[in-house]
């Protein structure tokens, strides 16, 4: 199920009138699972509480029992008659061992109690999830109702530290593959400011080099949507002259010699200032048609540049899809600045279809 669609079944969670039982999402390294319903709950001003099943001891999730005293239910507090009450000794008292349960487990509110890295976790400590998963409480403990319950974890394919699930845990899921998709990622990337060398590159090359992961290689560092959102960051933050080498560790060496290959198109692409200036030149290679379209989001800061930008999409001949991308790319780098420009309307009116389909 691509990340969208598990979106929309996290949200029909939520939202029903009684808890449905939980979802757990199976999927590789860095596809995104934890991102999901992370975003979700905060777009949803929702309390999100990320329990990392293979970080706890078995009484960490049940909890640690305390002794208390209690009113002796036999005699309701009176120690009997003649103080001869036998369950309390004529005590009126009875002293019990009372679990105490965890503070990091929700007691009100609304939101996703999030049991993350549960095949990492061994056997007995995916046992205590048996209860809280099935009955939505585990001792004294209940969920609050306000609360879903989801899952998640690694296959045993994927070689990571992943232990067997038995079948009665599988038995209380819900089971969706969570499965990576260019789109999902790109309309993501969009808003969360990832590098627009970045977006244009993956649009480019498509999902193979979004996600190139292969359980038998022996590489330190493979291409995610995780990895791909770092390097973002190594493209923002660090020195021109190391970021080669902080990429091969990023998203692995393949992936980082086609991106900086991409990079280096822009010594090729026609003149960002003649255009900007005016000028509707537009190259022949589709190579250099992506590499222009990052270059000019890139430079592109003024209101009268992402105006011209607009109408350069329009005017230069300029194919469809580039026109698309391009647009999309000004908004990604600023919504306002971009849809509040007088080149906008035109735009918008020459690609409804598009917008009617990705405004939401």
């Not at 009450?85 to 007691?107: D, F, H, N, Q, Y």
């Not at 699930?165 to 969570?178: G, V, W, Y």
């Not at 992506?290 to 540049?305: G, R, W």
């Not at 607009?310 to 580039?322: A, H, I, V």
Request: contains cysteine.
């Amino acid at each position: 199920m691509r990340p969208r669609d598990v979106r929309k079944a996290l949200e029909n969670a939520l939202d029903a009138p009684v808890p449905v039982q939980p979802v757990f999402l199976w999927g590789p390294p860095g596809v995104g699972k934890s991102a999901v319903p992370r975003e979700l709950c905060k777009e949803r001003d929702l309390t999100l509480v990320d329990i990392r099943m293979s970080l706890l001891d078995p009484t960490d999730l049940r909890g640690i029992p305390a002794v208390v005293d209690v009113k002796c239910d036999a005699c309701k507090g009176t120690g009997g008659a003649n103080r001869d009450c036998k369950t309390c000794g004529g005590t009126g008292v009875r002293t019990i061992a009372k679990w105490l349960e965890p503070a990091m487990l929700p007691t009100d509110g609304k939101g996703i109690l999030f049991l993350d890295e549960l095949t990492s976790a061994p056997p007995l400590q995916q046992a205590t999830a048996y209860q809280l998963t099935l009955d939505r409480k585990i001792g004294e403990y209940e969920v609050p109702e306000g609360f879903y319950i989801i899952a998640a974890g690694n296959n045993l394919t994927d070689r990571a530290v992943v232990y067997p699930m038995s079948t009665a845990l599988r038995n209380r899921f819900t089971h969706i593959n969570f499965e990576y998709n260019l789109d999902d990622w790109l309309e993501w990337a969009r808003g969360a400011g990832i590098n627009t060398y970045i977006q244009a590159f993956l649009t480019w090359r498509g999902g193979e080099l979004l996600f190139n992961f292969k359980p038998e290689a022996t590489d330190k560092a493979f291409a995610t949507p995780r990895s791909w959102e770092f390097a973002s960051r190594v493209m923002a933050y660090f020195d021109p002259g190391i970021q080669r080498e902080m990429l091969d560790g990023t998203i692995g060496a393949g992936a980082a010699t086609e991106f900086m290959g991409f990079l280096k198109l822009q010594e090729q692409i026609p003149s960002i200032a003649k255009i900007f200036a005016g000028e509707d030149i537009v190259p022949k290679d589709i190579g250099l048609k992506y590499a222009l379209i990052s270059a000019l989001v890139s430079h592109a800061e003024k209101a009268q540049q992402f105006d011209r930008l607009l109408g350069y999409s329009l005017s230069s001949g300029l194919p469809r899809e580039f026109s698309v991308l391009l647009a999309k790319l000004l908004i990604s780098k600023n919504r306002m600045l971009t849809t509040s420009q007088p080149s906008y309307s035109k735009w918008a009116k020459a690609h409804q279809d598009v917008l009617l389909v990705k405004s939401s």
